[in-house]
């Protein structure tokens, strides 16, 4: 699915072509998404702009004057921006045109993305329920070891677990909990409450560094959000645990596990990122 990475790429993507633009349609072929799409937005957002493409988490923000639409990709959407009479394909279920002749179209063939309306009568964005809960932006000051480190206290929940709760951090999605643990040298499993300081410190740099490289790595596929053909932005990366299960380890060369941690894959190296058993209580 879309992680944090490529979700950014989105936006970075299609930002150009409409920020500053002006809606002047909006076609909803199937409101059938995650949520049901509000079919009364064909009449609100036609003559609103576009006056600023941001992020929060994994959503996307369109800001108008009026309101905020809240976008997600779900397990399997993409967003790409094409011609105004571009002929739509299977899964193409929501088109935004606009006055410089570009649209923007939404399509997600399992249908788990949104397509959602914040009035700003009602609350600004950042208020609406799927957002006023999320943690800090990874890639923020405010996530940091310091906050990593007081946030596991008391947690004796995995710590692959909690770096993937987005109510602790959000963004650090299943392909970088993976790596960032693997480059911190802890364990998926070992206990949240159980890392030093000095280990959230490493594991926190990590987080950011991991998805700041995918990132960038993304800003490769940009062109790729005006072409009709494919699906942009999500793009192939060096990966040191995650899918390699009975491969090498890029570092000591023993061979990387796979194990389900909360119903998602989990990948790591025993040797590299060995966990401490507790001591048994002398009886």
Same mark, same amino acid.
């Not at 790409?80 to 929501?94: C, E, F, M, S």
């Given at each position: ?100 002749? =570009? $649209?923007?179209?939404?399509?997600? %063939?399992?249908? +788990?993305?949104?397509? /959602? ?6 609350? !600004? #964005? ?98 790729? =959000? $005006?072409?009709?053909?494919?699906? %942009?932005?999500? +793009?192939?990366?060096? /990966? ?6 009975? !491969? #090498? ?35």
């Amino acid at each position: 699915m879309p992680e944090l990475p490529e979700v950014e790429t989105t936006r970075k993507g299609i930002q150009p072509n409409i920020e500053g633009q002006k809606i002047v349609k909006l076609i909803v072929r199937n409101p059938n998404l995650r949520w049901p799409v509000d079919l009364s937005l064909t009449k609100t957002l036609p003559g609103l702009p576009i006056l600023n493409v941001g992020r929060r988490g994994k959503y996307l923000l369109l800001e108008t004057p009026q309101g905020t639409i809240l976008i997600h990709l779900g397990m399997s959407g993409n967003l790409r921006v094409l011609p105004i009479g571009t002929l739509p394909q299977k899964h193409d279920h929501i088109d935004m045109e606009f006055e410089n002749g =570009f $649209l923007l179209r939404l399509n997600d %063939p399992r249908r +788990f993305g949104a397509f /959602l309306w914040q009035a700003h009568e009602n609350a !600004q #964005a950042l208020a609406h329920p799927l957002l006023a809960k999320l943690g800090p932006e990874p890639l923020s000051d405010d996530f940091n070891g310091e906050y990593l480190y007081k946030a596991s206290r008391n947690r004796k929940v995995a710590i692959k677990s909690l770096v993937m709760n987005s109510q602790i951090v959000v963004g650090a999605g299943n392909i970088y909990a993976n790596e960032s643990l693997f480059l911190s040298q802890i364990h998926p499993q070992t206990p949240a409450s159980s890392l030093t300081r000095k280990q959230c410190d490493t594991l926190a740099a990590n987080i950011k560094n991991v998805l700041a490289d995918a990132i960038e790595q993304g800003g490769t596929t940009l062109k790729d =959000f $005006l072409s009709p053909d494919g699906k %942009p932005g999500y +793009f192939e990366q060096k /990966l040191n645990v995650y899918g390699r299960d009975h !491969q #090498a380890c890029p570092v000591c060369g023993t061979l990387i596990e796979r194990i389900i941690l909360n119903q998602r894959a989990s990948y790591f190296c025993p040797e590299c990122q060995y966990v401490k058993k507790p001591r048994r209580k002398q009886s």
